[in-house]
């Protein structure tokens, strides 16, 4: 079974930066989408941003700017740059890959997500 593992969380100013990381336990395969969503206590999970297989990228306007998705394919790790934090922005954040386990066209596709890293923007 695949995890996903996040880090890179944690307390920081408005205005700081973070960089998360969500590290693969093993190769995935036949990538749909690798993205990073969040949540916000009483709120639902939100798309933050996310990469598709064509090679776009996606982000909602109240972060389209300040925060970038990347992808270290050969340390399966995808990473997601936050730049000028705004205490809007808390939540705890999870990273989402969609793809197989194995190189073959009759493994199934599935969701796979992190565990969570809580990032907190507060003075």
């Known amino acids: 079974q695949v995890q996903l593992v996040e880090s890179g969380g944690g307390l920081v100013q408005p205005g700081g930066s973070l960089r998360l990381s969500c590290a693969a336990s093993a190769s995935l395969f036949s990538i749909n989408s690798m993205g990073w969503y969040r949540q916000a206590p009483g709120k639902q999970r939100e798309l933050v941003a996310n990469?598709?297989?064509?090679?776009?990228?996606n982000y909602p306007d109240s972060v389209k700017g300040r925060f970038t998705i990347s992808r270290d394919s050969a340390k399966n790790t995808l990473y997601l740059q936050m730049n000028s934090l705004k205490p809007e922005d808390t939540a705890v954040y999870y990273c989402?890959?969609?793809?197989?386990?194995?190189?073959?066209?009759?493994?199934?596709?599935?969701?796979?997500w992190g565990q969570g890293t809580q990032v907190t923007v507060s003075s």
């Open positions: 990469w598709l297989r064509d090679g776009s990228t």
């Open positions: 989402n890959i969609v793809a197989k386990a194995a190189p073959m066209a009759i493994a199934p596709t599935r969701d796979y």
